[in-house]
């Protein structure tokens, strides 16, 4: 078999986490024809298990690995809705750890046959379990974690560096790929650390800049950014995945955040396939919210401006969820 030398324009690299990051931004002409209004699209699908959260759990992993707190052969252990577990098992698969992992059972059969065939170990737990009830799916997490001597925990909700993978990584990216033109940022989130840490990265740079997060009616953030408080009734189950929280995340900074929409989960799934058949991105249900979130500031803007937003993870994950199944 004859040798073929490595190409300078498809580099090798040592592993798939290597491979994490450097997504593009696609300008989504069709779904917004404006002509005063641009909206940039980051794919972070195009990651290598079809998720944003590669790049956290790459982050803090590799930081858990310099200070000693994950050894060879350790175990990994998190609560996840699917994503961070994924990326979890990749990363576990690629540097040989264990990874226990739970999860709500509304997290979607795609998503946790992908956790099983990269060889985690799962728990599910029933989705309107209390927080801190045993069966909670971040409770049972931190049980399981205190059984298992030498455990290392992601902690993606309280691990600052969840943030900060998103301020070194996601956001430099964002800035260089439009050369700071930005006026608005649009994400929603769960443990926060996307809006939060991109938010503040834009931020620091254009204080002017709008950050927009998108949050269903049943999470508790959209009371407490307008209140600072939140009221017990307010929980409640929806099926979009991997968005709103039940409790205040210690990785939410609302201090970057400047307005808070609430939206229901008919509104992400119409949005998701409307960005499916107008731009052919196939993505999820929490990229349907973000594109929701920039369809409600195009309406509103009589300026011209440039609006962007995360697409966090693939639609394949939500074929029987979201695809395959009526709309309303």
Known sequence: MTDIAPSASAPQYPSVIDVVGKTPLVRLAKLFPQ???????????LNPTGSIKDRIVRHIVADAERSGRLVPGGTIVENTSGNTGAAIAMIAAARGYRAVLTMPDKVSSEKQNVLRALGAEIVVCPTGAPPGAPDHYVQRARDIAASIP????INQYDNLKNAEAHYLGTA????????????????????????????????ERNPEIHILLPDPVGSIYFRYFNTGSFDRSDIGTYRVEGVGEDHIAGCMNFGVIDEV?????????QAARALAEAEGILAGGSSGANIWGCMQLATRLDE???IVTVLPDTGLKYLSKIYNVPMV
């Open 35 to 45: 002509p005063h209004i641009t909206v940039l699209a980051k794919l972070e699908f």
């Open 150 to 153: 030498g455990s290392f925990m």
């Open 172 to 203: 430099p990216e964002i800035w260089e790929q439009t050369q700071g033109h930005i006026d608005y940022f649009v994400a929603s989130g769960s443990t926060g650390g996307t809006v939060s840490g991109i938010g503040q990265y834009l931020k």
């Open 261 to 269: 929409l609430q939206f229901n989960d008919d509104d992400a799934f």
């Open 304 to 306: 011209p401006a440039t």
